[in-house]
């Protein structure tokens, strides 16, 4: 596939260009913009500036992007992020996003958060305003991130660093409940025993901001984006362990588990399932200090990805993603945020088939009937270029992929250009021949 290029006063840039950041330092503040070359004439791009200039796509134009282009964003209609931009998710300018969440990031010790009530006659009613769940927050960072997306030069570049590091850079510029998201938003980095001392302090330091309350009667909480790696009882309620953070379990009571296992137990399952690649369970926990550095669950979410961490609606689309790997396949899989189905979603957007995403649907026989049905109308209004796979049959073949278009999408094994300009450029990788990965799956978050 095609490198990135960049067109800038007069003349064309690869990414990996040594000569791209000083032309980005000259129009840096101007009014000229980058363009990227993926279609011809190119689309305006954005210059951020953080250890180095950035080219990130500007807001509302990742439709006007070749789809195998890693600045290139389908429709909102395909996957329920359409459902919370501009309410639940509103642009402020190219480098700063709001966030409103429906969980608050503090809490009063000892008790749940309070739930509002109807009461009769009242002087007024608000009509309620979106907001994000924790799951949805998950995925938004996912997607920004670039980890919902597979470009063939990933292969053999995603572990748990790159997963830290492109996390992390997806929450810059991400406003929380009047903070930075970046501030509340702990991943662990990969942990190795040579170096658990100092990996331990750099983890003290982040979460240090728990171990001071508000205003001496709220808890502070923070979001903590991990692997699930097990758990096991305990007389203090359940003890949770993140993979990468083996030294520092979390803590949920016993029904707040209960409550776990009923909502996700199917992802908990799917780890046992008779599969040669065993998926992931990815989590996201918002966690208090009940004590000194003991890190206790307020509400956690979970979501089932690959081994490759690319997310999954079920373990029915276990089989397209690992085929279209296989085939070195450039694409992307809608996430569910907070939509109350994802079957009227594609299961997976095909990248490299032309001029526009070519839509995927995945049928499975053991999907409740509502589901299902909500799915076989998504099929029949989709157009006749849409593929389907029942899983109860044999696979059929995959579409064909288009021919090289010739206005050069670069496809980076990353996060060139994550969502609404987080992601950064990673040089070393670049070098390599790319940069790594940009990010909904599974049920509503459980409160413990």
């Known amino acids: 596939m095609e490198p990135t290029r960049y067109f800038i006063k007069g003349r064309t840039y690869l990414a990996?260009?040594?000569a791209l950041q000083d032309s980005l330092a000259r129009v840096y503040g101007s009014s000229e913009r980058p363009r990227c070359m993926c279609v011809p004439g190119g689309v305006e791009m954005y210059i951020?500036?953080?250890?180095?200039?950035?080219?990130?796509?500007?807001?509302?134009?990742?439709?006007?992007?070749h789809p195998t282009c890693p600045s290139f964003e389908p429709e909102p209609g395909t996957s329920g992020l359409g459902?919370?931009?501009?309410?639940?998710?509103i642009e402020h300018s190219p480098d700063q996003v709001e966030v409103r969440t429906d969980f608050p990031i503090s809490r009063m010790p000892g008790k749940s958060m309070p739930r509002g009530e109807a009461v009769a006659d009242p002087a007024e009613v608000h009509a309620p305003r979106k907001r994000m769940s924790l799951r949805a927050l998950l995925h938004y960072l996912y997607e920004r991130a670039g980890f919902n997306r597979w470009y063939p030069a990933m292969e053999g570049r995603r572990n748990q660093g790159v997963l830290h590091k492109y996390l992390c850079e997806a929450a810059r510029g991400v406003l929380l409940k009047g903070t930075t998201l970046g501030e509340r938003l702990y991943v662990p980095e990969p942990f190795r025993a040579?170096?658990?001392d100092e990996i331990g302090e750099r983890r003290r330091r982040k979460l240090a901001l728990l171990l001071s309350p508000e205003d001496a009667v709220q808890l502070k909480m923070a979001i903590l984006i991990g692997e699930y790696n097990g758990s096991e009882a305990t007389n203090f309620g359940r003890r949770v362990i993140v993979k990468h953070m083996p030294d520092v379990p979390l803590y949920i009571d016993s029904k707040g588990w209960e409550r776990v296992e009923r909502s996700y137990g199917a992802i908990l399952q799917a780890c046992d399932a008779d599969v040669a690649r065993k998926p992931r369970v990815m989590m996201a926990a918002l966690i208090y200090a009940k004590r000194e550095h003991v890190y206790q669950v307020d509400t956690l979410s979970m979501m089932l990805a690959t081994d490759q961490w690319i997310p999954l609606n079920g373990l029915h689309e276990l089989p397209l993603i690992e085929a279209l790997q296989r085939e070195q396949r450039a694409f992307m899989k809608p996430l569910k945020y907070d939509a109350r189905t994802a079957a009227a979603f594609p299961n997976v957007l095909l990248l490299d088939c032309g001029k526009v995403p070519l839509p995927i649907h995945v049928v499975s026989p053991f999907t409740e009937s509502k589901e299902r049905a909500l799915k076989e109308k998504a099929?029949?209004?989709s157009g006749v270029s849409t593929w389907v796979w029942y899983t109860?049959?044999?696979?059929?073949?995959?579409?064909?992929?288009?021919?090289?278009?010739?206005?050069?999408?670069?496809?980076?094994?990353?996060?060139?250009?994550?969502?609404?300009?987080?992601a950064g450029v990673d040089r070393e990788v670049l070098e390599e021949g790319g940069k790594d990965a940009r990010q909904r799956v599974a049920g509503a978050h459980v409160t413990g």
């Open 16 to 18: 990996a260009d040594s």
């Open 48 to 65: 951020a500036k953080h250890a180095e200039y950035v080219v990130k796509r500007m807001p509302d134009t990742g439709h006007q992007h």
């Open 83 to 89: 459902e919370l931009l501009g309410e639940a998710i």
């Open 194 to 196: 040579e170096c658990k």
């Open 379 to 381: 099929v029949g209004t």
């Open 392 to 422: 109860d049959k044999d696979m059929p073949p995959l579409p064909e992929r288009a021919r090289s278009h010739s206005g050069g999408a670069g496809r980076n094994p990353g996060c060139a250009d994550a969502a609404h300009g987080s």
